[in-house]
Nanobody, 121 residues
Framework: QVQLVESGGGSVQSGGSLRLSCAAS????????MAWFRQAPGNEREFVAV????????FYRNSVKDRVTISHDKAVNMVFLQMHSLRPEDTAVYYC??????????????WGQGTQVTVSS
């Protein structure tokens, strides 16, 4: 059974930093793309960043690409999202996702339960 478990969310002030983690288990992810999405209240879920498990290739949402870094640790099957210079508009539930093809619209096979990030001004 595939599981994606996010952690690391919390409440920070504007300008602060957070590092989200996603523990992935239950299958071989070597041919997968691991992504982070977020959803704010009243908004649709939106793509944040993605990393190709095999070679570490990354792609980011334009509005966050200078402030976030996605990475992974193959040895422990973890994916990370380092965020800095956080803004109130970054407030959302952040989800980890895994899928076998790259896409920005959320067509991923597996999802975590989400972790809340709240940024206060």
């Amino acid at each position: 059974q595939v599981q994606l478990v996010e952690s690391g969310g919390g409440s920070v002030q504007s300008g602060g930093s957070l590092r989200l983690s996603c523990a992935a288990s239950g299958r071989d992810f070597s041919n997968y793309y691991m992504a982070w999405f977020r959803q704010a209240p009243g908004n649709e879920r939106e793509f944040v960043a993605v990393i190709r498990w095999s070679n570490g290739e990354t792609f980011y949402r334009n509005s966050v690409k200078d402030r976030v870094t996605i990475s992974h640790d193959k040895a422990v099957n973890m994916v990370f999202l380092q965020m800095h210079s956080l803004r109130p508009e970054d407030t959302a539930v952040y989800y980890c996702a895994a899928g076998d093809h790259l896409n920005l619209v959320g067509a991923y096979d597996y999802w975590g339960q989400g972790t809340q990030v709240t940024v206060s001004s």
